[in-house]
């Protein structure tokens, strides 16, 4: 599973590092982007919950 952000629909609220800071970082544009990496088996639930708390529904975590 990868975790990715659709910046055209993120509004830089900060919520995804503050809750999975090993997948999502906050960019130099102020906008949210997800490390382009498998996330690990331990924080998948951490990234899933980020995925679900976020407030314009940017971030999708599949398989991709
Ligand atoms: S939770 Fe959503 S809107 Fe907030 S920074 Fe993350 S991707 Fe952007």
């Known amino acids: 599973m990868k975790a990715f952000v659709n910046k055209e629909d993120c509004i830089g609220c900060g919520l995804c590092p503050s809750i999975c800071p090993d997948i999502f970082k906050m960019d130099d544009d102020g906008l949210a982007i997800a490390e382009d990496i498998e996330i690990p088996e331990d924080i998948l ?17 599949d398989n991709m």
């Open 45 to 61: 639930d951490e990234a899933k919950e980020a995925a679900e708390s976020c407030p314009t529904d940017a971030i999708t975590v």
